[in-house]
């Protein structure tokens, strides 16, 4: 029998970092929490067993920081690192720091972390592993003349270039016709350069009004790979997801089995371990493409939890720790949503707005789950993200579960600070939203809450 952890660092902060706590201390494993001085009034920072601050605000001196965070691993002796999501969660240097100070990155190898973080090396894997792709280059393009021969004569427009450091829509252009591919081509390189510091570009088929469908895996240390079923992410904004849900109203049976075992086929052909997410896009014949995989627990996990009964986290550190995986793959019971509740103003594009939170009233009650770090008199530090609570809902079908946020939107309260509640409260009135006809572009084409209807 494997041996499990006795203590872990946790390398994050607010929801996250909470969540992590409330399943080590189910556990029996310690825990160790570490912070910014922007975060000395964290709940994660009173519920660890033990607290180390890391230094100022700023995450590169602080969250980001290998140096900072492996110091607080040795005073504390802590034997596994748990990373989040964010951060150094796909951060394969970190992973091998901690491999070799002898303790457990909870989490894949350094190995499969880079190769998944490289596009173009993520897309050939996939290949290999026989999951579909978007047809377009083999491989990076060597140059622009090359990539106009091949969108014309090949792929045909529109394309779509990506840049192989990229992930997130960072240097990423998409080009309708031949007279738009220079511009198209410098300027997403000029992004890939500045923010990854690689400006490889790679093209395909660009893919019309496609769905976000992802599927979460787990994998152990001994090859075995098992999917537990979709999530569908295709309500964003500028790729911010806002709300998740499984299953996807655009799901059948049929594509359940066919996808999901697409997503086992990528897991097994890397030998991949611990929990990770396999993004396909899928077009409106129900076609599905690789899209990216994610080798980290992602924000929207607990709508998994909710349809398959599990603690996610909880499988996360058993593999991590050697536990083996058992049993099939999982498919969904019942029907789970997920909100983020963001402090951003909704009316005013969705600016941040952090602040004091006067007044903090979750919602409640049977199917409710609300995932979060904050409490009336916390004050939101403008350094971070803005999410600041994850109101999840679980009911038998689809329209009982909008049923339920609707009713646990209305009874939210937070004062003192804008948030994304009466952006879901508008969402789930929306007709297409309900009949669920929407993919990642609707949310663009839309007034957000009739903006535009009442300014007159
Ligand atoms: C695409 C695509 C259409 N065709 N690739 C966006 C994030 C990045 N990781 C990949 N993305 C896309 N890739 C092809 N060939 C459309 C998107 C896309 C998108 C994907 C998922 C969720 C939201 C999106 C919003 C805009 C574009």
């Given amino acids: 029998m494997a041996e499990k952890f006795k203590k872990i660092l946790i390398a994050n902060r607010g929801e996250i970092a909470l969540r992590i706590i409330r399943t080590c201390r189910e556990m029996g494993i310690k825990t160790v929490a570490v912070y910014s001085t922007a975060d000395r009034e964290s709940l994660h920072v009173r519920f660890a067993d033990e607290a180390v601050c890391i230094g100022p605000p700023s995450s590169a001196e602080s969250y980001l920081s290998i140096p900072k965070i492996m110091a607080a691993v040795e005073i504390t002796n802590a034997d596994a690192v748990h990373p989040g999501y964010g951060f150094l969660s796909e951060n394969a240097d970190f992973a091998e720091v901690c491999s070799e100070y002898g303790i457990k990155f909870i989490g894949p190898t350094p190995e499969m972390i880079r190769r998944m973080g490289d596009k173009v090396t993520a897309k050939e894997t996939m290949i290999k592993a026989k999951v579909p792709v978007v047809p377009g280059s083999d491989g990076l393009l060597k140059s622009m003349e090359e990539g106009k021969k091949l969108a014309k004569e090949v792929v045909g427009y529109p394309v779509m270039l990506k840049a192989t450091a990229g992930g997130g829509g960072k240097g990423m252009r998409i080009v309708t016709k031949e007279e738009e591919f220079e511009g198209a081509w410098n300027s997403a390189r000029t992004e890939a350069k500045a923010a990854f510091g690689n400006d490889g570009m790679y093209m395909e088929k660009y893919v019309e009004e496609p769905r976000h469908i992802e599927f979460q895996i787990i994998g152990d240390q001994y090859g075995k790979v098992i999917h537990l079923s979709e999530r569908d992410c295709s309500v964003q904004r500028r790729h911010q997801k806002l709300l998740e849900e499984c299953p996807s109203p655009f799901m059948t049976e049929e594509l359940r089995k066919e996808m999901g075992d697409a997503a086992v ?161 508008w969402l789930l009135k929306q007709e297409d939203f309900r009949n669920g006809h929407f993919d990642t572009g609707w949310l663009a084409k839309q007034d957000i809450m009739d903006k535009e209807k009442n300014k007159g």
């Fill in 265 to 425: 086929r990528a897991g097994e052909y890397i030998n991949y371990e611990g929990v990770g997410t396999v993004e396909f896009l899928v077009d409106k014949h129900r076609k599905f493409y690789f899209m990216e995989m994610n080798t980290r627990i992602q924000v929207e996990h607990p709508v998994t939890e909710e349809v398959i009964d599990h603690d996610l986290i909880k499988e996360q550190i058993k593999v991590a720790y050697g536990e083996p995986v058992e049993g099939d793959s999982y498919f969904p019971t019942g029907h789970a949503m997920e909100c983020r509740i963001n402090a951003e103003d909704p009316l005013h594009d969705f600016r941040p707005s952090p602040g004091r939170i006067q007044s903090f009233h979750s919602s409640k009650g049977h199917g409710v789950r609300v995932d979060t770090h904050v409490y009336a008199g916390y004050g939101i530090p403008p350094y971070y993200d803005s999410m600041i609570a994850k109101l999840i809902c679980r009911a038998p079908t689809r329209e009982e579960c909008i049923t339920k946020m609707e009713r646990a939107l209305d009874e939210f309260i937070i004062e003192g600070v804008k948030t994304t509640v009466p952006f879901h409260q």
